[in-house]
């Protein structure tokens, strides 16, 4: 195998090794000739090695690479070659799976266990889940109310096991955490450069006595100084300063908008101190939670044993539990002797994305084998997982004290040199000491200048119209791209770039579908490749809809399903209905109108009804489409592919949920049930083909393309969290009521480390999906929040040279026009608040 000087290095590590891996530094080739040196400098065989990926899909791809690789090193070698077939070479979930086979007794479950993913724990839990609250004794609720319990019993229950070790934790610190907050927060405002500037700003001027602007900067000055002693009191008298009246007369050398502003920087400082503790003090929401925190702890507690006791019954496993009996039977000195025995090398990637839990699991589970680990902080971007990249710092600092190396893949194959030196230049400011530059092993296919560009859509509109215009513009130099002969390095050199060479990715699936319309309405197909949840797909909508309407005459199902593409009624026929209604049902009075489109509505409805049950609820779907051409209509919709693969997964999803159910009624509500729910359900994956790609920043780790635009750059974090916070360091907090009131000292603290991890992990997700770009990069953002993503970038994109270019969306660029499509004419006032109760969109 070719490996590169830091490739070889890792490989060929006599001990332990830790890999910090760039983003395109070819660690999986690395991994494939460790493998390889373990068998061949090591004297190990295929089963006494362990390699654990993120996803599936990555242990499919390493077994297969590291079989090439034995078949061109060792073709006569059989034996190999047959082990490597049965080779732990597996997630962290399957190697707990295969732990609890082999000591079901240690870990505490019955053998032959069926493993639930995902997407079954979701429905298995949707379906038990009422039962164990219901189960809950009313004493629980006396603090907490029946959804709220609810909701925060969810978060709890998806780690368990830090949960648990949260519960232990005793409020007699809370007030030292309070202080502690406190003093940080002081030291960070009064210490800080712009809390400096500023006052000396104040400092350099003066105004008559009689000024009232001069009043209000003493008295800025006096509360700025004093603040270190009694934040309360002083917080508040800097937020009380009035900065009206004042005259520029009274001010002969200058300065009246000068202290203005100033005072007015100083109140944002202050008021930013004040969400990270300034004057954070233990007040009655603190005696409320003390009070909540046992029945909250004993709901915990009633609920797992309830779900934990139906699931044994069942014989059932989820994720969660594959952890928390592995861990159990670890801890059993046998079990892991027997492993010691057994596996001698351990090969652990994508590390920066391991959770305490699975942690401690392969902690004792490597005991003194040689450990190879593979990561990137920079590419840390699943807390919400529950992954610590702190873990990742503590092994391979493990690995440097026990005499183990560490090695830098820094030689990016992706990216040229020419967008590497300009993203390296991006990533410095944005990465802080985390930053470590990448270098290129290729030039650039293209003239040079830079690779990187920026826009911002600015306009007086609403946040959608402004989206809109971002979508509109993106299209439109997608076009300039297509139709100018830009080159991108192929296979064989430079060619021109292709539709399926570009990707648009955002933050969230919420944008994607109207960059998807703009570019439709341009001429350029484009396929969302998946991701979002099928659930929350029209298709998905559509189907739901009519089969309620038909199993429970329910109005606003009929409603939906007229609007919809099986029957496809204008609102102005709908609203002719309404007031023709009078007292009647929504069935009866469709046979009032003479609208064909009502009729065959109707027609419809009926023969569902009559067919009922007689066909399961997939077969009625597949019946109204043959009767209504209900695929043919999504055909011919922009982004057809994707529509008619959401339709042909919802027909799956509801096959899988009849199991031989005669009876069309319990099917239906148990899928309302999901709907409301919010059960995600993976959608269908795509191949993008000759179309342009649209993806989350999240799915699209892994993947390169060679013209990447990162859109929806004005999107802003959430300001803070009002469901559970817990850690086995804090505690467990939540607040009593609205987001308003002021919320528990263990909250405050939480809460705020939760909004560090949350913006490192934001310019972590920026550093993913900038790097997917093999040769041009584009950024596009709306809006203009100082907290937005683009606004963490601003630093860097000047420190590379690249200006963030303003657009100006022309008019027709903020409407429903632009894209393509006619705005719907106006629903009756009841249909539209009917549609919004029931969740039930058109297909149009």
Avoid at 338 to 358: C, G, K, M, S, V
Wanted: net charge negative.
């Amino acid at each position: 195998m070719t490996l590169t000087n830091q490739q070889a290095r890792a490989a060929a590590a006599d001990g332990s090794v830790a890999v910090v891996a760039g983003a395109g530094s070819g660690k999986t080739h690395m991994l494939v000739a460790r493998f390889l040196h373990h068998l061949d400098a090591h004297g190990l065989t295929p089963l006494q090695i362990v390699a654990v990926t993120f996803t599936e899909k990555a242990a499919v791809e390493l077994r297969a690479r590291v079989r090439r690789a034995v078949q061109l090193a060792r073709p006569d070698d059989f034996d190999t070659l047959a082990e490597l077939d049965a080779a732990q070479i597996s997630t962290i979930h399957a190697l707990c799976a295969r732990i609890l086979r082999d000591h079901p007794e240690a870990a505490g479950i019955l053998p032959g266990a069926r493993i639930l993913d995902e997407q079954q724990t979701q429905l298995w839990l949707a379906g038990q889940y009422g039962q164990a609250l219901a189960s809950l004794p009313e004493r629980v609720f006396q603090r907490i109310p029946y959804s709220r319990m609810s909701h925060l019993l969810g978060a709890l229950l998806a780690d368990p096991i830090a949960a648990e070790r949260a519960f232990q934790v005793s409020s007699e610190h809370w007030a030292t955490w309070a202080a502690q907050a406190q003093t940080r927060a002081v030291r960070k405002l009064t210490g800080s450069v712009a809390w400096q500037n500023t006052l000396d700003v104040l400092r350099a001027f003066t105004g008559a006595d009689h000024d009232r602007i001069e009043s209000a900067r003493r008295e800025a000055i006096q509360h700025a100084t004093a603040l270190p002693g009694d934040p309360t009191s002083h917080a508040a008298g800097l937020l009380d300063v009035k900065l009206t009246g004042g005259s520029a007369k009274n001010w002969p050398d200058g300065g009246l908008s000068e202290v203005k502003d100033a005072v007015k920087t100083l109140r944002k400082l202050t008021e930013d101190a004040l969400k990270e503790g300034l004057t954070l003090t233990l007040g009655p929401s603190d005696t409320w939670l003390e009070a909540a925190l046992p029945d909250l702890r004993e709901a915990f507690e009633l609920v797992r044993a309830f779900l934990a006791e139906r699931k044994r019954r069942e014989g059932l496993l989820d994720y969660a539990d594959l952890e928390v009996y592995a861990l159990h039977a670890l801890r059993d000195p046998d079990v892991r002797a027997h492993y010691a025995r057994r596996w001698r090398a351990f090969l652990l990637d994508e590390f920066q994305d391991t959770n305490p839990i699975q942690d401690e699991i392969l902690r004792l589970l490597r005991g003194d084998a040689r450990t190879t680990i593979v990561g990137d902080e920079k590419q840390s971007i699943y807390g919400f997982r529950r992954a610590d990249v702190r873990l990742f710092r503590l092994v391979r600092q493990d690995i440097a004290e026990g005499g183990g190396e560490e090695v830098q893949l820094d030689l990016s194959f992706r990216t040229h040199r020419a967008l590497v030196e300009q993203s390296n230049a991006i990533f410095a400011p944005l990465l802080g000491d985390l930053h470590a530059p990448l270098q290129a092993a290729r030039e650039a296919a293209h003239a040079p200048g830079s690779c990187v560009e920026a826009y911002l859509v600015q306009a007086d509109a609403t946040s959608t119209q402004l989206r809109r215009a971002e979508g509109t513009f993106i299209a439109r130099r997608i076009q300039e791209l297509l139709g100018g002969g830009f080159l991108i390095q192929g296979e064989d050199g430079p060619r021109p770039v292709r539709r399926g060479d570009i990707a648009v990715l955002s933050r969230t699936w919420g944008p994607l579908e109207g960059y998807g319309a703009a570019l439709n309405a341009a001429g350029i197909p484009v396929v969302q490749a998946g991701g979002g949840s099928l659930l929350e797909t029209r298709q998905a909508l559509d189907a739901l809809g009519l089969l309620t309407a038909v199993a429970l005459h329910d109005p606003l199902a009929i409603i939906g399903t007229l609007r919809s593409p099986f029957c496809a009624v204008s609102d102005r026929t709908l609203q002719e209905l309404h007031l023709a209604r009078e007292d009647r049902s929504w069935l009866d009075v469709l046979d009032l109108s003479e609208d064909p489109a009502v009729q065959r509505a109707r027609q419809l409805l009926r023969t569902l009804q009559s067919e009922r049950r007689a066909l399961s609820l997939s077969r009625l779907l597949q019946l109204a489409d043959r009767l209504t051409g209900y695929t043919a209509v999504l055909a011919n919709l922009w982004n057809a592919e994707r529509r008619l693969a959401d339709w042909r997964g919802t027909l799956d999803f509801i096959r899988s949920l009849e199991r031989g159910e005669e009876d069309v009624f319990p099917v239906v509500r148990r899928l309302g049930e999901l709907v409301s729910a919010d059960l995600h359900v993976p959608r269908p994956v795509l191949e993008a083909g000759d179309a342009v790609t649209l993806l989350t920043m999240h799915g699209a780790k892994g993947l390169e393309w060679p013209v990447v635009i990162v859109a929806d750059l004005g999107w802003t974090p959430p300001s803070s969290s009002n469901g559970v916070l817990f850690s086995p360091e804090y505690g467990v907090a939540c607040r009593e009521g609205a987001e308003e009131a002021e919320p528990p000292v263990v909250f405050a603290v939480m809460n705020a480390s939760r909004a560090e991890r949350e913006d490192a992990e934001a310019r972590r997700l920026l550093y993913v999906a900038l790097t997917r770009a093999r040769d041009h990069l584009i950024l596009t953002a709306s809006g203009n929040s100082s907290h937005s993503l683009l606004a963490l970038l601003e630093p860097g994109l000047g420190s590379a040279g690249v200006s963030i270019t303003p657009v100006i969306p022309e008019e027709g660029d903020l409407g429903l026009a632009s894209l393509g499509r006619l705005p719907t004419p106006a629903a009756p006032r009841e249909v539209l608040i009917h549609r919004e109760e029931a969740k039930i969109k058109s297909g149009l």
